[in-house]
């Protein structure tokens, strides 16, 4: 459980990701901030209106789908790195995640990379394709990953030249 262990479940990511349906169309934001408490730039940042708090700021953000464009900008508001992009509308077998970073040195675009799931264990090769740096907001990276992983890669390691993911 999420509040034993400080990762969410299975159960927790889906009851809170958008539908199959508005993933296969394009970006949107998924977010994976589960806990109550009293934030909320992601919404004040938003440009398209997407995201409500509700009266109480205690409430956990809700994305309206239908108005997320993916652009990513909540989620370099975001204090808590709870928010990511997932693009699964390819139509080859890779998906693009945004991802918040907040280490140093930043990766560079082509560059390879692990990666993470959300217990930090690499799970695949992860190709750089941009990285947004945003004056006093935290760094988004965009990654390319195979499909299938886009709902578990939430990280990525650096590596040290000539290594690889096996
Ligand atoms: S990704 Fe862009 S449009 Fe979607 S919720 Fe975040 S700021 Fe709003
Ligand atoms: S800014 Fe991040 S941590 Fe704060 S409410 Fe929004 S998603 Fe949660």
Redesign the pocket.
């Known amino acids: 459980m999420l509040e034993q262990t400080g990762i969410p479940t299975t159960d927790d990511i889906t009851a809170a990701a958008p539908s199959q349906e508005r993933l296969a169309q394009g970006p949107v934001a998924l977010?994976?901030?589960f806990q109550n408490?009293p934030?909320?730039?992601?919404?004040d940042?938003c440009p398209q209106g997407a995201?409500t708090?509700g009266e109480d700021i205690n409430q956990?953000?809700v994305l309206d789908e239908s108005k997320c464009n993916g652009c990513g900008i909540?989620l370099a508001?975001?204090?808590?790195?709870?928010?990511f992009v997932v693009d699964c509308s390819s139509q080859d077998n890779q998906a693009l995640v945004k991802l918040p970073y907040e280490y140093v040195p930043l990766p560079e675009a082509g560059q390879s990379v692990n990666a993470l799931n959300r217990k930090g264990e690499t799970v695949a090769d992860a190709k750089i394709k941009k990285v947004q740096q945003n004056k006093n907001k935290t760094t988004v990276v965009w990654v390319t990953v195979p499909k299938e992983l886009a709902m578990d890669v939430r990280g990525i390691s650096l590596r040290k030249e000539g290594s690889h993911y096996d």
């Open positions: 977010f994976e901030c408490i934030c909320n730039p992601c919404a940042a995201i708090i956990r953000p909540c508001h975001c204090p808590g790195l709870s928010i």
